[in-house]
């Protein structure tokens, strides 16, 4: 399998033509790729907690949904290990509905004889992304007292997966 392309050609938010659709003539990507976030909700959703902590982005980007799926997975982790898995609720809030395109160009010797080059680069689905606007939620944990200092290490630890500069807010329901 190829590897991924650095996410620099993709971190841009630019207006998309990649309209879907269930008629063929309205469609331009005929199939998008399956999303690699495996769950968007985890822990106990049924029990009200104390404490929300949020993972804010601080500027516009696209986020590729494996970048997702790793820091889900990284806070995952350290939730599920240390507090268990019925003292928390995580919940991805955004999702992956950009479809991220690639022209892979023919390379080496003899390639000029066999490749369009520029001619028709309207690329093949390579995988989605999330568009995240400035200030926008991407991650939310909500948390009792004794487990907070757990959740911001654990938001901290998926910060560090998405290639965005993050911060952490904390909210605490009124009693």
Do not use: W
Not at 18 to 30: D, L
């Amino acid at each position: 399998m190829a590897r991924l392309r650095k996410f620099v050609a993709y971190r841009r938010l630019k207006r998309p033509y990649t309209r879907t659709s269930k008629y063929k003539a309205k469609a331009f990507i005929k199939m998008t790729p399956n999303v690699k976030v495996v769950r968007f909700v985890t822990g106990n959703p049924r029990k009200q907690f104390e404490y929300t902590l949020e993972l804010v982005s601080k500027s516009s980007l696209n986020i590729r949904d494996n970048a997702l799926e790793s820091a889900r997975q990284t806070s995952n982790r350290l939730m599920e290990t240390t507090v268990g898995l019925q003292s928390y609720f995580m919940r991805v809030k955004t999702y992956p509905y950009q479809v991220i395109r690639e022209h892979a160009l023919a390379t080496g010797a003899g390639a000029d004889r066999f490749s369009s080059g520029m001619a028709h680069a309207f690329g093949k689905p390579v995988g989605n992304a999330a568009r995240i606007s400035e200030g926008q939620s991407i991650f939310q944990i909500c948390v009792d007292k004794q487990n907070l200092e757990t959740a911001r290490k654990a938001l901290k630890q998926a910060s560090k997966k998405v290639p965005c500069p993050c911060y952490i807010t904390v909210t605490q329901k009124p009693a």
